[in-house]
Antibody, heavy 124, light 107 residues
Framework: EVQLVESGGGLGQPGGSLRLSCAASGFTFRSYSMNWVRQAPGKGLEWVSYISGSGTTTYYADYVKGRFTISRDNAKNSLYLQMNSLRDEDTAVYYC?????????????????WGQGTLVTVSS | DIQMTQSPSSLSASVGDRVTIACRASQSISSYLNWYQQKPGKAPKLLIYTASSLQSGVPSRFGGSGSGTDFTLTISSLQPEDFATYYC?????????FGQGTKVEIK
């Protein structure tokens, strides 16, 4: 059974830092790209970042670029999000999400599994 | 960036109704479009991938269609457990944008 368990959320200060972790199990972690997706209280889903299975390719949304860093440790089956220079608008539930890619000519991707989320609150 | 616009933002419907939710992309995304269902306090759940493929375990009353810029999620006969918020999501290019969501409420 695929399981994704986030941790590391909590209260962060504006301008401060937090590090989120996601422990993966039930699948061959290194074979899958991963994402972080967030949801502010009462708002919609917002994609944050992507990392390939090897960790060599990463993408970021403009609103976190230069402040957040996605990384992974395939030996530990773990995904991370280092969040620096936190802002009030980073307050959200952060979800770890697995990417599934199918290639049959063109390659298509979709998120097929999500963790339960971890709440980050940025406030002084 | 590709903008995803869903309509309506919310709707009220009764059990047994046919429900249609639209999603429009600001540029062509071929079939790189997926649909998710989210219930309050829960993680999203994949319903449809590549615009029209039903995820394993999802009831057949859910269906997706479209290609290019215009897509539709249809629930053929709304059930009590279907009251939730639905999101479209494009994976054609980064940033991988979501629609703003459509909340399906009980009439």
């Amino acid at each position: 059974e695929v399981q994704l368990v986030e941790s590391g959320g909590g209260l962060g200060q504006p301008g401060g830092s937090l590090r989120l972790s996601c422990a993966a199990s039930g699948f061959t972690f290194r074979s899958y790209s991963m994402n972080w997706v967030r949801q502010a209280p009462g708002k919609g889903l917002e994609w944050v970042s992507y990392i390939s299975g090897s960790g060599t390719t990463t993408y970021y949304a403009d609103y976190v670029k230069g402040r957040f860093t996605i990384s992974r440790d395939n030996a530990k089956n773990s995904l991370y999000l280092q969040m620096n220079s936190l802002r009030d608008e980073d307050t959200a539930v952060y979800y770890c999400a697995r990417d599934w890619t199918y290639c049959g000519g063109d390659c298509y991707s979709w998120v097929d599994y999500w963790g339960q989320g971890t709440l980050v609150t940025v406030s002084s | 960036d590709i903008q995803m616009t869903q309509s309506p933002s919310s709707l009220s419907a009764s059990v047994g109704d046919r429900v249609t939710i639209a999603c429009r992309a600001s540029q062509s995304i071929s079939s790189y479009l997926n649909w998710y269902q989210q219930k309050p306090g829960k993680a999203p759940k994949l319903l449809i991938y590549t615009a029209s493929s039903l995820q394993s375990g999802v009831p057949s009353r859910f269906g997706g269609s479209g290609s290019g810029t215009d897509f539709t999620l249809t629930i053929s006969s709304l059930q009590p457990e279907d009251f939730a918020t639905y999101y479209c999501h494009q994976t054609y290019s980064t940033p991988r944008t979501f629609g703003q969501g459509t909340k399906v409420e009980i009439k």
